[in-house]
C-alpha cells in the first residue's frame, strides 16, 4: 500500500533528526556508550506518542561509523561477552555542532511561521 | 506476505533471531552476519536489565523492519522516519537512495570488456592477496596453529592442555576475523565485523564457558581453516607467481632488448636456444637476439597471458572470498518457532 500524504511528512521531517539526536546523546555521554544505553537514552526521552525502534539504531551507528563520525570500541563486560560501544570522533563533533545550529535556526523558523499562522486562526 | 509472518512472535530471543534471520534471506551473509550479532546483544542487553523478553524485542522493532534498514546499508547512509504506526508515532528506517540505473553510472575503463581487468582494483589486490600477503599471512597463521596445537595435544593428559587449547580456538577464531579483513581489503569480499560470541558462555562458570567453547562448531572450522588454508595458499600463491613472472618475462624481455639489452648473452658458438616454436643462435659477439616478429609475439603473448591471469585471480578471489565468508558467518542453526 502506498504511504498516505502524512506518512511521507513524517518521514521527510525525520530525517536526519535521528542521526543528530544520536549524535547527540553519545557525546554528552562521559565515557564510552553501547548500542543499548543510546537506545534506552533515546527511548526513555522520546516525546509523549512517539517510540523509538532501537534496532534501527545499530545500522545507523554502522553508517555514522563508516562516515567517521563514531568511533566503535570492544570494551569486556562483566555480564557477558564484548560489548561493542561507541564514542564521537573529531569530525562527529564537528558535524554535530553545525548540525544542532542548523536545527536550531529551522526550528526558530518553523515556529515564528506556524505562530503566525495560529494567531490568523 | 512473508512466511515469518505466519506466526506470532514468540516471546523468546533465539525465536526472535530466527524470524530476522529469515527476513534478511539473500541480503550479503556478512551483513545478515553483524544484524544478528546486533541484535542478539541487544536483546540480551535488555534482558540482563530486567526488560521482559516479549518487550524487548517489541521495543527493537519488526524483522522486516529491521532488515530492510541493514539492506539499505550499502547503498549509503540509513536514515530513520517517523511514520505513523498503531496509534503511536514510531521511528523507522527510510529508504536510502536507490542506485543509479544501470546506463546512469559515468561509464569507466573497467567496464571495458576483457582488457577492463587492467584496471579492475579487484583484479590487482587479488594479485597482492595470492602472489604474497595472502601466503605470509596464512603461514603465520599455520606456524601460530601448528605450535600451539602440539603444544595443547602433549598437554591434554596433564590437563594443561585444556586451556592451551581453549586459547588455540579462541585466537583461530580471531585470526580468522583478521585473516577476514585482509580479505576484504584485498578481495573486495565482505566479512563480519565481529566475532559472534559463544552461545550460552556469558552466563556460566569457567569450566562451563570452556565446555561451550570447545563444543562451538565454529571454533573447530576457524581452526580447520588455519590448517587448510596453509598448502591453499602455498598452491595459489606458486600458480600466481609463475603466472605474474612469466607475463613479465615476455612483455619486458623484449623490451629490454630493444632498449640495448640482449635477450640472452653467452660465450660460445655451440648452443641453441629455443624461444617458443623457434630456434635461436647466438650471433658473433654472442648475444642472442630476438627476431622482430618474435619479440612482437612475445609482448603480444605475454600481455594476453597477463590479462588472463588477472582475470584468473579476480575469479579465485571471488571463490576464496566467499569460503572465508561462508566460514566466519557459520552460526548454530536458527530455531524456527513451532506453527
Known amino acids: 500500500m502506498a504511504p498516505s500524504l502524512h506518512d511521507r511528512l513524517n518521514k521527510d521531517l525525520s530525517t536526519g533528526t535521528s542521526w543528530l539526536v544520536v549524535l547527540a546523546v553519545i557525546a554528552r555521554s562521559d565515557e564510552l556508550i553501547h548500542g543499548y544505553e543510546i537506545a534506552r537514552q533515546l527511548a526513555d526521552e522520546a516525546p509523549e506518542g512517539m517510540s523509538f525502534k532501537q534496532g534501527t539504531l545499530y545500522p545507523m551507528l554502522r553508517s555514522m561509523e563508516a562516515d567517521g563520525l563514531v568511533r566503535s570500541t570492544l570494551v569486556p563486560s562483566t555480564e557477558g561477552p564484548a560489548r561493542k560501544c561507541f564514542t564521537l570522533t573529531a569530525e562527529g563533533r564537528r558535524v554535530l555542532a553545525s548540525w544542532a545550529e542548523s536545527w536550531r535556526a529551522s526550528s526558530r523558523w518553523v515556529n515564528r511561521v506556524l505562530g503566525e499562522t495560529d494567531a490568523r486562526r | 506476505m512473508h512466511d515469518a509472518d505466519q506466526v506470532p512472535s514468540p516471546p523468546s530471543i533465539e525465536g526472535y533471531l530466527a524470524r530476522l534471520e529469515v527476513a534478511l534471506h539473500g541480503a550479503d551473509p556478512a551483513l545478515a552476519h553483524d544484524a544478528l550479532i546486533d541484535a542478539e546483544e541487544h536483546l540480551q542487553a535488555a534482558v540482563r536489565r530486567g526488560v521482559p523478553v516479549d518487550q524487548a524485542i517489541a521495543s527493537f522493532g519488526d524483522v522486516d523492519e529491521i532488515a530492510a534498514a541493514y539492506r539499505n546499508l550499502p547503498s549509503g547512509a540509513v536514515l530513520p522516519t517517523v511514520e505513523r504506526d498503531r496509534g503511536g508515532v514510531t521511528a523507522a528506517p527510510a529508504h536510502a537512495p536507490p542506485p543509479p540505473a544501470p546506463g546512469t553510472r ?132 606458486s600458480i600466481t607467481l609463475t603466472l605474474a613472472v612469466l607475463s613479465a618475462a615476455m612483455v ?88
Open chain 2, 106 to 237: 559515468a561509464p569507466r575503463l573497467s567496464d571495458v570488456p576483457i582488457v577492463g581487468i587492467w584496471f579492475d582494483g579487484r583484479a590487482w589486490g587479488a594479485l597482492l592477496y595470492f602472489g604474497g600477503v595472502g601466503f605470509i599471512v596464512a603461514t603465520a597463521c599455520f606456524v601460530w596453529a601448528v605450535t600451539l596445537g602440539g603444544l595443547a595435544v602433549g598437554l591434554l593428559p596433564t590437563l594443561l592442555g585444556l586451556p592451551v587449547l581453549v586459547l588455540l580456538l579462541g585466537s583461530a577464531r580471531a585470526l580468522c576475523l583478521m585473516e577476514g579483513a585482509v580479505v576484504q581489503g584485498l578481495l573486495g569480499v565482505r566479512m563480519p565485523r565481529r566475532v559472534q560470541p559463544v552461545h550460552g558462555a556469558a552466563d556460566v562458570g569457567f569450566w562451563q564457558r570452556i565446555w561451550c567453547w570447545l563444543k562451538d562448531v565454529r571454533s573447530w572450522l576457524s581452526l580447520a581453516y588455519l590448517y587448510a588454508n596453509f598448502p591453499v595458499s602455498v598452491a595459489l600463491f
Open chain 2, 252 to 339: 619486458f624481455g623484449p623490451l629490454l632488448q630493444a632498449a640495448g639489452l640482449p635477450f640472452v648473452s653467452i660465450s660460445s658458438d655451440d648452443v641453441t636456444v629455443r624461444y617458443f616454436w623457434t630456434e635461436l643462435k647466438p650471433t658473433a659477439d654472442g648475444t642472442i637476439r630476438l627476431p622482430m616478429s618474435l619479440a612482437l609475439s612475445s609482448v603480444g603473448l605475454g600481455l594476453a597471458l597477463a590479462t588472463a591471469t588477472l582475470w584468473l585471480v579476480r575469479g579465485l578471489g571471488w571463490v576464496y572470498g566467499h569460503v572465508v565468508q561462508a566460514i566466519q558467518v557459520a552460526r548454530p542453526q536458527a530455531i524456527l518457532p513451532h506453527r
